[in-house]
């Protein structure tokens, strides 16, 4: 035996991607916040761009929104952040609404308006929100679904500007965003409003970061409130002491006004938001939140619609604690006992002696909490809507009328509701007696509460920066019914064995952390249930078998997927860790010639 030592056989070198050219940036809406200028790749040549495909229904897109800020400012020179507007809802491919949306919103950048998702399907691109980075040259060098990438989109991003600095092919300067013209107005984009025991009305004015407290005329402005202290509230309820909770929605906390002398104080949250992992009960101050966008006092607590997360919470103000009341944080609309239910950006409630309603968004849905019968329990029910895909303007019977993410409800003295029906710009009503939905009123401008005065309704005008008053009809507007199914394509997918991969690459100097158990997590259902024969459950890789029923042609898979990663240095006894996750709604449509493989990118590219 030759005592040399032998040479290792050399790896194979690794097969080099092909460099795929970004497609063109097309939308029929066309550009905003470029002063009017129409924009190509060719003018961002020489800039790292992150395309953000956003809609602005969309919770966890207004969380990337916020992701992005900080890496925009401190890149400035080098980076272009465009967003690109690919509606979910008929409402959000109106060119109005996509306007309104980035003032209301405060996007600083491009964005690009694509009502029939042209670009959204030349980048391939499965949900909301997914990032693309492209480098100077104008290659796709990464795709991200979900939160939780900008550290990873930072890193690369400064990969990239090394690189190309090197290479000459940097240009750094300004970027094409051009600020749009400030309007003068009491309200902008109002979102919630209470009536103060004054008769004066309390209202959250979003854009503006304030409450505004209005005279009984709706109108006149008595004086703003905490200036510099909220970011974007919403909710707002009266607690039985006379003070006042508001859900400071951004700011992922909940704070109370004393409206006698001005004072605001935040009693629950830490105004970091609440990711997977986190604690979901404890002392108030102490536990993450995530978007609340509503409160309600029912049955002696604080009850939060946390839109963030998909779920119920409470608040406790004797006790100072806040715990999960319903939801599991997975997206849809599954009824049943509170801990097994799902909710999808739960945005309004409104308080009964028996029941807590609830305007589910993004599920057009009108639900409710109750006790369970003969149990310490809550239980979920649903008086209108069927799941994420189906929405419209559909009077009658509950069980086949339709609502368009409405965001406001609203009890009304003879034990019926108003539904704020946002994006039908309208005022509908559901009466539990009869179970028929019924529209009290129309041409509403993005309605996203409404309150009782004296007999009449005020209604929040959200995008027409206003409060309306109405008179209760006796009798409802007639209106002709329209209904609509999501403006996205079913992937065709075969009959059988469907291989799913969702696809997630530990960003740059990362890894995947393992100290605890498994550092990833994949749960897929489906709509209807019988869709799948097999594959439905919690497991945790990032793959799964599944088996179609070949008696069904269509539904909707639900696929949530989590992966946490860490940053690998040995030296570094407490390494930052960084979670990543998305849920989608793919429709599938089952043929002949269909795909055998489902492939969902999380983070990176598929191969």
Known sequence: MNDAAQAPTPAPAPRKRARVRAPELIGKGGWLNTGGKELTLADLRGKC???????????????????????????????????????????????????????RYEVHHPVLDDPE?????????????????????????????????????????EELEAE??????????????????????????????????SGNLLVSDTTRHQLVELAADGETVVRRIGEGVFR?????????????????????????????????ERVAGTGKQWWQGSPTSGPALDVDLSSPWDVAWWQGKVWIAMAGVHQLWTYDPESGTVEVAAGTTNEGLVDGP????????????????????IADSETSALRWVEREPDADGYVIRT?????????GHRDGAAGQALLQHPLGVTALPDGSVAVSDTYNHALRRYDPATGEVSTLATDLREPSDAVLVDGDIVVVESARHRLTRLRLPEEAVQVEAVAHRTRREATEVAPGRLRLDVVFQAPTGQKLDERYGPSTRLLVSSTPPELLLGGEGTGTDLFRELDLNPELTEGVLHVSAMAASCDDDPANEYPACHVHQQDWGVPVKVTETGVARLPLILAGLDG
């Not at 980048?123 to 679904?145: K, M, N, S």
């Not at 000459?168 to 300004?174: A, E, N, Q, S, V």
């Not at 002491?241 to 605001?264: C, K, M, Q, S, Y």
């Not at 801990?339 to 309603?357: C, M, N, V």
């Open 49 to 103: 761009v992150v395309v953000d495909f956003w809609t602005f229904c969309c919770v966890n897109c207004l969380h990337v929104l916020d992701e992005l800020r900080d890496l925009e400012e401190k890149h400035r020179d080098t980076l272009v952040v465009v967003g690109v507007h690919s509606p979910k809802f008929v409402h959000e491919a109106e060119h109005q609404a996509v306007v309104d949306a980035v003032e």
């Open 117 to 157: 998702l042209a670009t959204w399907k030349q980048y391939a691109v499965r949900a909301w929100p997914t990032l693309v980075v492209i480098d100077p040259e104008g290659y796709v060098v990464a795709q991200h679904a979900g939160e939780g990438h900008a550290n990873a989109i930072r890193t690369l991003v």
């Open 164 to 197: 190309h600095e090197a290479k000459g092919t940097l240009r750094r300067g300004d970027g094409p965003y051009v600020a749009p013209e400030p309007a003068a107005t009491d309200l902008r984009f109002p979102g919630k409003a209470i009536l103060l025991p």
């Open 232 to 264: 974007e509230p919403q909710g707002l309820a009266q607690l039985p002491d006379g003070r006042v909770v508001v859900a400071d929605t951004v700011n992922h906390a909940l704070r109370v006004l004393d409206p006698e002398t001005g004072a605001i």
């Open 338 to 357: 509170a801990a097994e239910a799902w909710f999808a950006q739960p945005s309004g409630l409104a308080a009964t002696e028996d029941r807590l309603w």
């Open 383 to 391: 008086a209108v809507g069927t799941g994420l895909f189906d929405f």
